[in-house]
């Protein structure tokens, strides 16, 4: 391998941003926060640990992901209600908004869709920011920890993986098999995890996440959600993730609707508008 004479020159090249982001279409954050002042609680599932619950919150509806118990991070998969095919698109988000998820700040579907599935509404994490390391929390880099990987890294039959958990919670409210849920799973938003890429080797790393019993993340359901959340074998992800070893504690989802009238003026986001006709 030659190195150029001109090396230092070229990674001296300032970087550009790939997707400025100002032209997006800005959640009303003020609607929101005054509809989910006058909402009433409806509904609440448990995801157990190292297990996964599935969840339904109608378009308008709020829904809040709490730290229960004690520090535990999730796996969270969102789905068009009535067709799956439309779900989280994690690396499109992640282009739109960089690698991890704050207030006012949204979940992306899947093409053709790309639209907003869910604007975070509240974060009790938001104090976190960046860490010394590049770690910050709510990661859309990561995957969702699965057996096929510990399969190929260490030969293991590991099968409360969050893959595992949110495909067996799939398949249970839906009534699908195993085999049909599966390829419905995908990658994740990483409630409360902590994680970065180490500056030297741009490896993918996680530490002990900062979340505390009361935390939360809430959500403003922008259409009709089916949602898996998965509470992580990892627990709260100091040290290893695909194995029975680490603490683990459930997950608490709650849905919150609006008084009526409370989104005056809101609507379910328009599907993309390109015509998809591919220059053809
Ligand atoms: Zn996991």
Redesign the pocket.
């Known amino acids: 391998m030659t190195i150029p004479p001109d090396a230092e020159a070229r990674r001296a090249i300032r970087p550009v941003i790939c997707y400025p982001n100002e032209t997006l279409p800005v959640p009303d954050l003020a609607l929101y926060a005054r509809a989910r002042a006058g909402a009433v609680k409806v509904s609440e599932t448990l995801a157990p640990p190292r297990d996964a619950a599935c969840f339904e919150v109608p378009a308008g509806h709020f829904f809040r992901i709490s730290s229960v118990e004690g520090p535990q ?1 999730g ?1 969270l998969n969102l789905w068009n209600r009535d067709d799956l095919s439309e779900r989280f698109y994690s690396g499109k988000t992640r282009a739109l908004h960089g690698t991890h998820l704050t207030t006012g700040e949204r979940m992306w579907s899947t093409f053709p869709n790309l639209r907003p599935m869910a604007t975070i509404t509240a974060d009790t994490l938001g104090w976190y920011g960046i860490d010394s390391f590049g770690g910050s929390v709510h990661d859309v880099i990561g995957t ?2 699965d057996p096929y990987t510990g399969n190929l890294l260490a030969g293991t039959q590991y099968h409360h ?2 893959h595992s958990n949110l495909t067996r919670a799939l398949a249970a409210h839906t009534g699908m098999s195993l085999h049909e849920a599966e390829p419905h799973v995908h990658d994740v938003l990483n409630v409360f995890m902590c994680t970065g890429f180490t500056r030297d080797t741009g490896q993918y790393f996680m530490k002990a996440s900062p979340v505390r019993p009361g935390d939360y993340l809430e959500f403003f359901a922008e259409i009709d959600l089916l949602g898996g959340l ?1 509470a ?3 627990g709260d992800c100091s040290a290893e ?1 695909s194995s029975d070893t680490a603490a683990c504690h459930p997950l608490l989802v709650e849905v919150f609707a609006p008084a009526p009238g409370a989104l005056e003026g809101w609507q379910v986001p328009a599907r993309n508008g390109y015509d998809r006709s591919h220059g053809a």
């Open positions: 991070v796996d969702r920890c993986c969050c998965s992580c074998p990892g993730h």
